[in-house]
């Protein structure tokens, strides 16, 4: 099996540009996939690789195999939380599924490749920014919500972009609504 090995500690932070890259890298080779997804918070990786810290703050990447959806629980099991992986490193990888997010329709056209020597020829395929906050607005937890008020503060998103993803988006109409109410609050705040 290849080495897995080669991030630093987090001490404490959220996962950075080269902790995810050793997570896509360990991720593809546990799966026997060179393209994993990524669509968590630290997808913003992708497009912003020195995004503000701000929003750095989780320890984990949801990713899951592009070509092999199927061996995401090998994520789990082996770098997931808890796991050896994680107590030396002190970040993991958590294996999702293409369902875990809401996200605007046609998604998968607008996904931000890493690829280069971090992931030692795997791609890590991560949302763009806006169809990101539009899955966290749509799941309304706080720390989805705080995630995305610290997005539009530091200007990495743009409100008509997210209106006009909120329309791409299948959910129903009061929660449609709720979002939209969401959006507007995260430029007024």
Known sequence: MAHLAGGARSGGTGVNRAQLEHLIRASA???EDDEIIVIGSQSVLGQFPDAPAEILVSVEADVFPKNRPERSDLIDGSIGEGSPFHETFGYYAQGVD?????LPSGWKDRL????????????GWCLEIHDLVVA???AGREKDLDFAAAAARHTLVRQETLQARLADTDVADPLRAI???RIGRIFNS
């Not at 293409?98 to 809401?102: D, F, I, L, Q, S």
């Not at 931000?112 to 791609?123: I, K, L």
């Open 136 to 138: 966290k607005l749509v």
């Open 29 to 31: 080779i546990l799966v």
């Open 112 to 123: 931000v490749p890493v690829r280069g020597e971090g992931t030692r020829g795997a791609t």
């Open 98 to 102: 293409e369902k875990t997010a809401v």
């Open 179 to 181: 979002v939209a109410a």
